[in-house]
Structure formats: C-alpha cells, structure tokens
C-alpha cells in the first residue's frame, strides 16, 4: 500500500533538518582537520625531538570495491622510540610515532610534538598545510548549505533551473553577505592561511 505523502509543512521542517545536519557536519570536519594538523605544524603538544629505535610496517585492509576487484588497502609505518622534551630533561622511554609515510633508521633523531601519553606526532609542515587546506575546504560545501538554508532554494520545483535566479534575489541582503563570506573564509584559508600556518609561524 502506498505511503501518504508527507504534508507541505512536514517537507520543510525535515529540509532544514537536513540542511542543519550538514552544514553542521562541514563545520566539525573542517575543526577537525585543521586541528589535527596543529602538531604536524609544531603548534600543538610539547615540542621535543624522537630518537627512533624500531620500525614496522603497518598494513591497513580495506573493503572491496562494488565497481572494481581491487581492494582499498594501504600500508604506513609505526615506530618506537624515546622522546626527549625540549623544555625539561624529561625522556619518554615508551614513544611511538604511527602513520609515517616511509620507515626511518634506528638512531635517526626526528623534530616531534608530543600531544597524549607516549603518543608523538612527526612536525611535518607539507603533512600540516593538507590538513590546514582540507579543513578550510570544507567551508565551501559549508558555505552552499548556508545558503540553502536561507533561502528557498530546494524547496520548490525545478530548484535546480532557479539557482541564478534565487542567488541574484539575496542582492543586497545578509543571506549574501554570510554565504560569500564563508566561501571567502575558505577560499582565503587554502590559498594563503594554510601554508602560512604551517610554514611561516612554528619556530
């Protein structure tokens, strides 16, 4: 038996749901990001230098693909080591510094920020500068449900084909201003914040 459809007001309500959810979403991916790139950038833990002592491959295994027999599995490095603060003469015997694009020699002294118990992150500006970029993009899909939020855009028939239309009637409101401002934000952040955060500021 086919379902009632939902009432005019119901749609609404759950359009704004959904708009919220995601503009919520893009906001707490984009903080999470940037703030996970903190200590790559030597911004964010107690900054020291770890001595390594044992590497290892990591293998991660992935699902299979629907469209494609090949699996999305990859491989990183963990090591352990000590790690030395530069503030103190306190040494952390148990270190360990997980994810590593290549595997390092034992004795080899690497710049690391220690964030949480024996856990040190490698201070890697490139490493930081994706992050700080991937969490300023996520301001542009941030900046497109703010604006389908509010406005009327997905909300009536044929939304799609109005997309100019309804862009040019926020002329001149506060709509606009917010919505360009957030793609600004982001479009700024990419191109100039992030490699100036991760380059320029640590040391």
Avoid at 20 to 44: D, E, H, K, Q, T
Avoid at 108 to 117: D, F, H, K, S, V
Avoid at 140 to 153: I, V, Y
Wanted: glycine share 12%.
């Amino acid at each position: 038996m086919p379902q009632p459809p939902l009432p005019p007001a119901m749609k609404r309500l759950l359009g704004r749901c959904v708009n919220v959810l995601v503009l919520v979403g893009c906001l707490a991916l984009g903080v999470g990001f940037a703030w996970s790139g903190l200590p790559a950038a030597g911004l964010r833990g107690s900054h020291g230098t770890f001595t390594v002592e044992k590497c290892s491959v990591v293998f991660h295994r992935g699902n299979y693909s629907k469209n494609s027999s090949h699996s999305h599995s990859y491989s990183d490095h963990s090591c352990t080591g000590s790690f030395r603060a530069d503030a103190g003469r306190a040494v952390d015997a148990q270190a360990a510094m997980t994810g590593l694009e290549s595997g390092h020699h034992a004795g080899e002294e690497l710049p690391a920020q220690r964030t949480t118990g024996h856990h040190v992150d490698l201070v890697n500006p490139v490493d930081a500068m994706k992050k700080f970029m991937g969490g300023f993009a996520f301001l542009l899909p941030a900046a497109f449900a703010l604006f389908w939020l509010l406005t009327n855009f997905g909300r009536t028939s044929g939304s799609w084909r109005v997309l100019g239309e309804t862009w040019r009637a926020t002329r001149g409101t506060a709509t606009r201003a917010a919505v360009v401002a957030t793609a600004a934000v982001s479009v700024v952040g990419i191109v100039i914040v992030s490699p100036v955060v991760a380059f320029a500021l640590p040391g």
